[in-house]
């Protein structure tokens, strides 16, 4: 009888961990916390074994069904294009899953701003169009006295000069690795933001974005010049 209790208990937690559950999710920028609107897909992995494809988003929700606890790997692609994999631990009641579309996969490349030198004068062109707007902005940058200078211009009037220090220099390396990744982003919205970079007024590169997905220029005024209109 004894045998018998404890094959049925062993029964009972083969069946309790063979059963399996649904999973929420949320996909969402998390640098400014607001809910990403985009319909997407995204696939679910677990030891390398594909366990959902094309799990569908919407307004940023997702549900993924027939899921046991453990360790899973949700692949999506991020605004910039780029291929992201991201592994969590799932338990029945848990927390709904958050990703990120807003993290960026370091490139390693070099780019214009981490090779500057003191000969150098970098110019970003920055030019945003729209059913009601149209955004005319240039920053350059330049050393002086072995200081990196920042000088933004508005409709070609200078409004913000500053010394940029180590942290901005960063800051910026980030923003144009960024930038040449929106090639890569979806499109499919009115507002088109066009980059261009050149280094000492020669052609650099140039990038369109036609998402809506990314505010980059925006953030770099904050950053850079704290200018916030």
């Known amino acids: 009888m004894k045998n018998l209790t404890i094959i049925f208990l062993i029964l009972i937690g083969i069946s309790a961990n063979s059963q399996t559950f649904s999973v929420k999710g949320i996909q969402k920028y998390c640098e400014t916390d607001r ?19 094309n799990v569908k988003t919407r307004f940023g929700e997702f549900k993924v069904n027939g899921l046991k606890e453990g360790f899973y790997t949700f692949k999506f692609t991020n605004i910039f294009g780029q291929t992201v994999n991201y592994k969590t631990e799932i338990l029945k009641n848990g927390n ?22 003191s000969e150098d004068k970098l110019i970003i062109e920055y030019a945003s169009s729209g059913c009601f707007h149209f955004d005319n902005e240039q920053m350059e940058f330049y050393y002086e006295k072995e200081k990196l200078i920042a000088e933004l211009y508005i409709s070609e009037k200078l409004v913000k000069r500053k010394k940029v220090d180590s942290k901005s220099l960063e800051y910026l390396i980030g923003f144009e690795k960024k930038v040449k990744q929106m090639k890569n982003n979806m499109g499919g919205c009115t507002t088109s933001d066009l980059y261009v970079f050149s280094l000492n007024n020669e052609s650099g590169f140039s990038v369109n974005d036609s998402s809506c997905d990314w505010n980059g220029y925006r953030e770099l005024k904050k950053e850079i010049f704290n200018y916030k209109k």
Do not use: A, G, H, M
């Open 35 to 53: 809910t990403d609107s985009r319909e997407r897909y995204l696939s679910v992995t677990r030891n390398d074994s594909v366990i959902v494809e």
């Open 96 to 117: 709904p899953i958050t990703i990120c579309v807003d993290t960026f996969q370091e490139t390693n490349e070099k780019t214009l701003f981490s090779e500057l030198t």
